[in-house]
């Protein structure tokens, strides 16, 4: 069965940084693409994040471009998402989430962390 | 990025009844490999979201065949045949053709 568990979340000022990690297990973690997606209360959802098998390739959100970075651990099977000049707006729930295997797109969630930027 | 304009917002159903929700791109959504990358999810409340239908028809693992999806191009549809209170929650479709992936606003089924 796969497990995706988000740790790290918190309370942090604005202008401060944060790194969020995923563990994962139930499956080959090194074939999948991994993501990040926020959902701000009450809001809907948006990506921010996504790292590519082997973790050479990444994209981010225009949004988060220049603040947040992912990376991945293929030893650890573990994912993480560093997050650098958090403003108010980052402020959300953070879910890791897989990529799908045989098709462009995702699949299974996390239960996520909550992030808040708050002074 | 692609827009996705989900409606109804909202759609009281009763329960055994069907219920429709339509989503929109504001551009195709067909990729160039052929395909046409067209999810739905459920998320239910106080849950994660939860993946439903992908490529716009497929049933992901352990969904009932009450959820079937439809559509091409920039207009798409899920239906929810024969409602059961467990369906409450929020539906979302999201786009994965393009990056960013994008998803609709969203639509709350309640029971009436």
């Known amino acids: 069965e796969v497990h995706l568990v988000e740790s790290g979340g918190g309370l942090v000022q604005p202008g401060g940084s944060l790194s969020l990690s995923c563990a994962a297990s139930?499956?080959?973690?090194?074939?999948?693409?991994m993501h990040w997606v926020r959902q701000a209360p009450g809001e809907g959802l948006v990506l921010v994040s996504r790292?590519?098998?082997?973790?050479?390739?990444?994209n981010n959100a225009d949004s988060v471009k220049g603040r947040f970075s992912i990376s991945r651990d293929n030893a650890k099977n573990t994912v993480s998402l560093q997050m650098d000049s958090l403003r108010v707006d980052d402020t959300a729930l953070y879910y890791c989430?897989?990529?799908?295997?045989?098709?462009?797109?995702?699949?299974?969630w996390g239960q996520g962390i909550l992030v808040t930027v708050s002074s | 990025d692609i827009v996705m304009t989900q409606t109804p917002l909202s759609s009281p159903v009763t329960l055994g009844q069907s219920a429709s929700i339509s989503c929109r791109s504001d551009?195709?959504?067909?990729?160039?490999?052929?395909?046409?990358?067209l999810s739905w999810l459920q998320q239910r409340p106080g849950q994660p979201p939860r993946l439903l239908i992908y490529?716009?028809?497929n049933r992901f693992s352990g969904v009932p065949d009450r959820f079937s999806g439809s559509g091409a191009g920039t207009d798409f549809t899920l239906k929810i045949s024969r409602v059961e209170a467990e369906d409450v929650g929020i539906y979302y479709c999201?786009?994965?053709?393009?990056?960013?992936?994008?998803f609709g606003q969203g639509t709350k089924l309640e029971i009436k």
């Open positions: 139930g499956f080959t973690f090194r074939n999948y693409w």
């Open positions: 999201m786009q994965a053709t393009q990056f960013p992936h994008t």
């Open positions: 490529k716009i028809s």
């Open positions: 551009q195709s959504l067909l990729h160039s490999d052929g395909d046409t990358y």
């Open positions: 790292i590519n098998p082997d973790g050479s390739y990444t």
């Open positions: 989430v897989r990529g799908a295997s045989d098709w462009i797109g995702i699949d299974y």
